[in-house]
């Protein structure tokens, strides 16, 4: 009775440290339409590895009579992304550099004497993957016969980045102005864009070898901890007691909670947009 207790226990201190890690992270508001939710492969993936470390570790605990094992290592996996140090900045980057090169394609078509509206319709066929969504949503709604005002903030609303802002702000000027002067300003705001883009390429190698550095110190205590629970159960047997268990279960979260801070701290914030105070469209 004592270790079924106990497994409640460690399964409820489990639970509260994710739920408290999930409501220390923070969510981006943002008001956009309603879109169906399925899940993704990855997400059906994931469901599947917690759903096999739940066996896993029942498996465990009755074997070694870890009892800890039931609850630690589905919750181990259903932390597993949040405490892997990886970068979150490749597809940012690889967007704002999609953002560069229209802006360079644009401007060489409105260098062509083309109006915005034609420039930003030829245009469509040379917009890379990252932003083509975007980019046809907005030829689409000038097809549609929505203001060239209107369908750009629209489109700094799909963007929903500070840059974007930037971009669709020298956008709208010069829907309004409609001087020869665009194609200089678009490209000014090219280099802005790749200026941006080589800062944070800098960041991200400097950033690398640190993660590198935690993956390897991680992985490296892991597998001395099991080698020695394995191999040497007699110098852990006071780990098999109830309270030597709870502790285990407040050490390794405390390691486990170290990751995530780490991962966390090293993730860029997306900054406050230009145009609107939240993205979304209207």
């Known amino acids: 009775m ?161 840059t974007g802002d930037v971009l669709a702000g020298s956008l709208l000027l010069g829907s309004l102005r409609r001087g020869p002067g665009l194609a200089l300003v678009l490209d000014g705001a090219a280099e802005m864009i790749s200026e941006n883009v080589a800062a944070r390429r800098q960041i991200e190698a400097d950033r690398a070898k640190p993660r590198s550095n935690a993956r390897l110190i991680s992985i490296v205590s892991v597998t001395v901890l099991l080698l020695l629970f394995v191999a040497n159960p007699t110098y852990v047997a006071s780990y098999k007691t109830l309270i030597g268990q709870l502790i285990l279960v407040v050490l390794t979260s405390a390691f486990f909670g170290c990751l995530w801070w780490m991962n966390s701290a090293s993730r860029t914030s997306a900054g406050r947009r230009v145009l609107r105070t939240t993205g979304g469209t209207r």
């Open 2 to 162: 004592i270790p079924f207790l106990a497994a409640i226990s460690a399964i409820a201190l489990i639970g509260g440290i994710w739920l408290l890690v999930s409501g220390l992270t923070p969510a981006p508001v943002t008001h956009k339409r309603p879109r169906t939710r399925r899940l993704t492969s990855a997400q059906r993936r994931h469901g599947g590895l917690i759903l096999g470390a739940a066996g896993l570790g029942a498996l465990l605990w009755l074997v070694s009579g870890y009892f800890v094992a039931f609850p630690a290592l589905p919750a181990l996996a259903a932390l597993l992304p949040y405490l892997i140090p990886r970068s979150s900045e490749k597809a940012p980057i690889e967007r704002l550099n999609a953002l560069e090169e229209w802006t360079r394609s644009l401007s060489a078509v409105l260098g062509a004497q083309a109006s915005l509206e034609q420039a930003i319709i030829a245009s469509r066929n040379s917009v890379g993957d990252p932003i083509k969504q975007e980019v046809g949503r907005l030829v689409a709604r000038l097809h549609a016969g929505v203001p060239i005002d209107r369908a750009l903030e629209a489109f700094a609303d799909d963007l929903d980045d500070p």
